[in-house]
Structure formats: C-alpha cells, structure tokens
C-alpha cells in the first residue's frame, strides 16, 4: 500500500512540476538540471596531514577522523585494463592511476587549493629559485624492507628520466634553454636539484613518482628495450617491489585488477595506527560504460562516475539511495577531435600520409570548416543531456589560465561551405564535396571503442561532417591500436581523444604542444627526423611554452597562455568539443570522503574507510 501511495503522490507532484515548467516555457530537463548543478557544495577538507616522528621514522600523519581498519572498495575501468605497472612507461590514465597506488612521488599537491604538500619528501626548501634542496622522511621503507634514501631519488632522475628511459614527457618538461637539471645526493635523506634559472613549474615537475635503485638499475643497465617491458602486466604481484599504500595483489587481463593494502606504509591516523583502513582496491575491467553502470546498480561497484542521461535518475533516487552524489565542477581534462597533419614519410615508407588528405588536412580553411560544422549544442543536449558546456579552448573551463577571451561560435554551416569553397573545394550535382583536383572529401574518424560517450560522438561528428557533403568513415578501435596509430605509425586521419589536465599548470601540458613532445599528435616527430617540417603557429607554441615557465609572475605567465589558446582556437590541429560537469556517485557506507575539484574523489585514498550501512 505504501509503494503504491508512493507512486501516485509522485505522479501528483510530477504533474505540478510539468505544469510549473510549462507556465514558464522552460523545459523540465533543463529545470531539473538547473537543480542538480545546483546541489554543488562547498567541499570541506580536514587540515593537512602533518609530520610526526617516531622512534626515528619520519612519518606523515593523518588528520582525517580515525576510521575503521578492513573491508574493501571496488572501482571500475573501461576498456582493457592496464597496459603497465610500471609509473615510468604508462601513456595512459588507467596504467597511471594503477601504478600510483604502488609507487609514491616526492609531493603531492593540496586538494582544497592545489598548492604542493609533502609525499615521499619531508620539506623543500629554495632561495634563489634555481636551487631546490629536498628533505627526505627518514625511516621509511620499500616493501621489500629496503630503506628509502637519497640514493633512489638521484637515480630515478639520473638514470630513468633525464636518461630518457620510458615516457620521457617530464624528461621534456625540465629542459631549460637545452639544458637538463642537475641532481645530486647531498646525504643519504638530502638531495639538491639545479637549474639554469628559475622555472615557475619546477616544484610540480619534480613531484614524480620514485624508483627503488637496487631493482630498477639492472633494468636500466639493459637498455630501453628491457626497461619498456619491466614491470608489465605479466610481471608476478610477488616480485614487485613498491613505496605506495597499496601494492598488486591479482591481475586477470580484461577481469580485474586486486590490490591488496601495503602494512608498513609510512602514513598513520590521529592515533598513530598505520594506514590505510582498507584492505584491497579493486578494479573491475567492465568493457564499456553501459556495462558499468549494471554493475553498479547491481551493487558490484561501490564508485561511478556520471554521465549524461545517468544523472537526473540517479540525482532523484538519491535520498532513498545507499549513494551520495558529489557534482565536482567542469571536468578537469579537455575533449577533442585531433586532425593528422602529419607531412612526412620516412626512408622505409612506414610512417606515412596519403597526399591528398595531407593537402585538406593541412589547409587551415578545411580545418575551420569542420569546427564551424559542429553542433556542440546538440552534443551537449543529446549526449551530456545538458550538462555540459561547448568548449573552445586548449585549457578546461576550470583553470586559472583559462582564456576567457574566447567565445567560440554557434553552428554554422553555411559559413562552413563558404569557407570550403572560397579555399577550392567544390560540390558536385550529388552535393558531395570534392577537392580542386577532382577527390571526393573521405577520411576515417577514429575513436576507442567500450567509451560509449566517444562513440556517441563519433556518430555525430559523422553527422555533422557529412551535411558538409563529406564522407566520414567511423571506426570504434581498441584502445592499444588506436594509441599505435597515434604513436607510432601515424596511420590515422581524426581521432576523438580526451587528455587530463592540470587546472594550475599550463605547463603540463608541453607534451602536448611543444613541437618536440611525446604526445605533439598532430604532427609527431621521430628520432629520425632531422628537417624543421614545423608550420609557423608551432614555432610559436615552441617559444610560448619555453618562456611562459621562466616568467615568474601570474600576470605574465597568463599574457603567455593566453596567446597560445588563442592560437589553438585559431589554426584549430585539435578542435575542442564539450565540458561535462564531473559528477560522481559513491556508496554511503565510505567515510572520509572529501570531494575535491582539482583530485576528485579517491585522492586520499589512504584515509577512506568502510563503515556499516
């Protein structure tokens, strides 16, 4: 009788709020969504953990309310899985955040105002800004035992970064004026980095993730090949050798990921108890985001985040719920459509681009007819279901570099054809388009499949293009073969592709941009080649980037930024689609939970514990 009721005064009150809406000519769903975003709070974080010693251990204490020890949380990954455990090689979030469970970096950075907070390092200290001396916690150990010293600091830098072993995006990000950092050993818990000049990001450079020496070294002294596959997913969990809360306890390819709590990790609660509360971290490999979602409701997971068309039903249920929603703001990474103009071939004719899509793709008109094509409203109602915003700029909405000069543009397609035309393209009576030399306008549109946001997308932009008189060839590829295309054999034409971002540090993203960096997707340079192929606009991202990180006050370092989103927007290699509203949902039987716009949820994951619900 109850549910019954219960239905029916829901109907009621739906019938009000449909009538309320109609009266004031808004659409339910944008009044709903108005609701939901907001719900937005103002997150409170406990004060800063803080160093305590005992019995000559440095160790980093917990200011969170003491939790419960025991119980696990189980998260979810789509796609694949991880490509590798090792924090070195990884060119992927899941590898990245898998791997950051195990091995620690020197610094972390503040969830509430992302200034740099003590990790593996105990203090820092410079004057002049081009001389760093790090304190390192003395006492703490690897999980085989083996101290942690100064030693394993100055050999991750020497030997693995700056030797340009694994992904060498931070290696890139240290260069100043061709010069490398100098790193030495001052003691056994004391180490000093040099620079030429002060460098604006370099704190946040040298945040990385450290390698014990004694395992790692023998690796290094084989070679790039060896050290490529150290610590894969074929390595057993027993032989790793790790600093984090957390270390491999079972990996199943395309099942699960177990990892299972580090006992004599060097972080404690208020009570000198050593953390973390949990017991296992679990990844579930759940192939697509449908599939995640079942698996939520049906309780396997205990952390989703929300997409879309998932939030208004979830955000309704929630007070009779076992979940809380937390709504953390415009997300922090960026989502695009990347466009090849990659212009080369090599001796061997492996890397390579077809000639005629290399004419289109580099001509700056075709690429500004496509962006013009683009209906990111439609992308942001029907595939965000309106909470989202269109996006224009290199930088997310939230960052404090954003360049708010930037207003982007509605759809127009009508504009679009004319700039096609005025560039030399032409229609033919079928309304297709051709280029001046007689080609019908064809290309494939890549994106990983299992991502069904991406494919949604696809299926637009392939929509969108086509009412161009273009012909679009969508193919969802896994998610390994389409990062070989991108990397290595360049054999693609657009991609859909999303990268993470720093909200605080333009300077993250140098791979990107930078002419020279690992993950410069539209036009990727090999160590083969020796000729200055660079269009004029990356000679400038070139120096922007390179001068931006020596200015030493906000105001200056912003002019810089600003220039650079500028010239993004305008040449458009990568044009930028929608920002979701990151909203994620986690069972109420976790406590510690302190959302954070800048970390989002599972940061201190050390701290979460599992109470009864």
Known sequence: MKRILYII???????ICLKACIKRDIPPK????????????TFKFPQESRNVVLGGVDYLQSQAPVGKFGGEMVVSTIGEGPKTFNPFTSKDAVSSSM???????LFTISPNDGKVIPKLAKSYETKDGKKYIVHLRQGIKWSDGKPITADDVVFTWNKIILAGLGNTSTRDAVVIDGKLPKVTKIDNYTVKFEILKPFSPFIRLISVQIAPKHIFEPVTKQGARAFDMFY????????????????????????????????????????????????????????DLNNEILKFEGHEIDVISLRGSNVAPYKIKEADSDYKIYNLGADTGTMFVAINLNPRRNSENKFYVDPKKQYWFSDKDF?????????RKNMVQNIANGL???????????????????????????KAKEVLINAGFKYGNNKKLYDKFGNRVEFDLYTNAGNTEREAIGVMVKQDLEDLGMRVNFKPVEFNTLVNKMTTTFDWDMIIMGLTGSPLE?????????????????????????????????????????????????ASRKKLYDEYQQIVYDEKPFIYLYSPVRMVAVRKKFRNIYPSQLLGITYNIEEIYKDKY
């Open 99 to 105: 791997s950051g469970l195990m091995f620690d970096s």
């Open 30 to 41: 944008e009044r709903l969504n108005n609701r939901i975003l907001k719900t937005d709070v």
């Open 388 to 414: 989202a915003k269109p996006l224009f700029t290199a930088e997310s909405l939230n960052s404090i570099f954003l360049n708010t000069k930037i207003k982007g543009h509605e759809r127009n397609l009508k």
């Open 232 to 287: 894969s997913t074929n390595t057993k969990p027993d032989n790793f050798v790790t600093s984090g809360a957390f270390r491999l306890k079972e990996y199943k390819a395309a099942q699960r990921v177990v990892f299972e709590r580090n006992s004599d990790y060097y972080m404690l609660n208020k009570k000198n108890q050593k953390l973390p509360y949990l017991d296992k971290i679990i990844y579930l490999i759940v192939g």
């Open 367 to 375: 690429r500004t007819a496509i962006d013009y094509a683009l209906d």
């Open 506 to 554: 333009p300077h993250d993203g140098l791979n990107v941009w930078h002419s020279k960096g690992s993950l410069h997707l539209f036009n990727q340079r090999t160590e083969d080649d020796k000729k200055d192929d660079r269009f004029t606009f990356e000679k400038r991202l070139d120096e922007i980037f390179e001068s931006a990180a020596l200015q030493t006050t906000f």
């Open 9 to 15: 005064l829901s109907i009621i009150f739906l019938t």
